[in-house]
């Protein structure tokens, strides 16, 4: 039977049953690449790419929680997932907004206020964690920042999850 043949019940089928395993695969993924880009690149993460991680380590949970479910219980869960990762491709897209500089970050996105402080004061300051600017790109591929490939993909699997989940619905429903 070539892929010709099969009907778009079957395709849609077929879609179903990957969609829990989309919904695992891709923030386990994006979350061992990010740990790799850290820990074996030397890429130390920003405030927002923290943000991004707990966004993908949700979806990848409520992915896990969906697997064994059945029914109903399992397309919320499933939702549920990818409205997490659309959450963490819009913290993504907020990210990319202050890369390029259309706004500005957080508070702790860059290092703190030094005006007016003393020695004392300063040396405290300086001793505390190292700050990663959430505005410098650390790294890039056609020219595209690791929060933009994580607004990409988050955005495209998180979307693909709902169609596929919602459209699978309404055809049991007709």
């Known amino acids: 039977m070539t892929l010709s043949h099969v009907t778009t019940a079957h395709r849609l089928e077929l879609a179903r049953q990957l969609v829990p ?13 990010a740990l790799a880009f850290q820990y074996i ?3 130390p993460p920003c405030l927002l790419c923290h943000w991004q991680r707990y966004a993908h380590l949700a979806a990848l949970g409520l992915a896990l929680v969906a697997l064994p479910l059945s029914g109903g219980a399992r397309r919320f869960a499933t939702i549920a997932s990818a409205l997490a990762l659309l959450a963490g491709a819009g913290i993504a897209g907020f990210h990319v ?5 259309w706004w500005a970050g957080l508070p702790g996105c860059s290092a703190p206020d030094i005006r007016g402080l ?7 300051v300086l001793m505390q964690a190292e700050v990663v600017p959430c505005d410098a790109v650390a790294w890039s591929l056609f020219g595209i920042s690791m929060a933009g490939w994580n607004l990409l993909l988050s955005a495209l699997v998180g979307v693909a999850i709902v169609w596929v989940v919602a459209l699978g619905s309404r055809r049991r429903q007709a």
């Open 97 to 101: 907004g202050v890369e390029q500089g």
């Open 41 to 43: 690149g030397g890429y």
């Open 21 to 33: 395993w989309v919904a695992i695969g891709v923030p386990a993924a994006a979350l061992l690449g």
């Open 118 to 124: 003393d020695v004392a004061q300063l040396r405290e």
